[in-house]
């Protein structure tokens, strides 16, 4: 377990802890005083953001997006980290598993200058800045909407996978689910920031943009695979509109050829090469005349697009 003291002259302290292990229960119950049961619920890595107010102080679990992540990973463990804040009057304890980049941003910033000048503000740094990590995987998201939609117009089938389809329906709400637990986790943490409501509020509205271009990508893509979905019956009913149109011109066909196919020794016409020609003529005929008939209905032109 790594342990660093990033902030300590000030009137308050903030203690970063990486890395704890099962071992490091009982230290970091008895060294920083933290409630045995909350401590095991930072190592579990299915939880979800939530907030509790502890004996001493207040317990607010955050998840962060992984820049690390791949484009397949669809869960909550695989494309976030989790990070626990133990706040107390005078004292910060962040604790995670991995290394996060916008807390080293954060502990640079404040130890470059005075600012924050109160806990409230650093709370209100690091939540924001764990907040901030999901505007490039949302902008991604939207990326890959605008060659979702580019794709259906195209009519490029050989694009548009179930696969692919499935990983960005996931990761579309995996990333809603986390920022709606954000959202509602710092609502019921309301009362700790009673004297300072704008940086809650300004931590809400972040989440609030970042969900609700998550959502409109959302809506729009239902539509969009509606259309799909009515292109993909379009072009089926194109293919059977043509496999129609050459069964009715050779259905008489067949049938002329498979009534003088009857092993019948008397048919008009058997032995007589006229016969033979007034049929062909015959057959012609009437495939030209279904040909003539289906050009005039239109069936024989491609549909615009």
Known sequence: ???????TKRDFTWIDVQEPEQ???DRLSQEFGLPYL????????????KFEEAEGGNFLMMRSFDKDCSNEDTTVQ???RKIALFISDNRVITIHRVELDYLDAVAKKAQKSDQPKTIQGLVHQIILSSIRTYEAPVYNIQDLYDEFEQDVLDKKIENLSTKRIYHFR????????ILKQSNDALFRMRDYWEEYPSLLQDLRENIDQLYF??????????????????LNDQRANEVMKVLTVFSTILLPLNFIASFYGMNFSRLP?????EALYILIAIMILISSAAIIYFRRKGWFKAPRD
């Open 1 to 7: 377990m790594l342990t660093e003291k990033l902030l």
């Open 213 to 230: 271009q998550l959502d409109e990508v959302s809506d729009n893509f239902e539509h969009l695979f509606e259309l799909h979905i009515a």
């Open 170 to 177: 996931r990761q579309l709400f995996v990333l809603k689910r």
């Open 78 to 80: 695989g494309l976030t």
């Open 38 to 49: 909350l401590v095991q619920d930072t190592l579990r890595p299915e939880h979800l953001p």
């Open 269 to 273: 016409g058997l032995d007589s090469f």
């Open 23 to 25: 071992a490091d229960f």
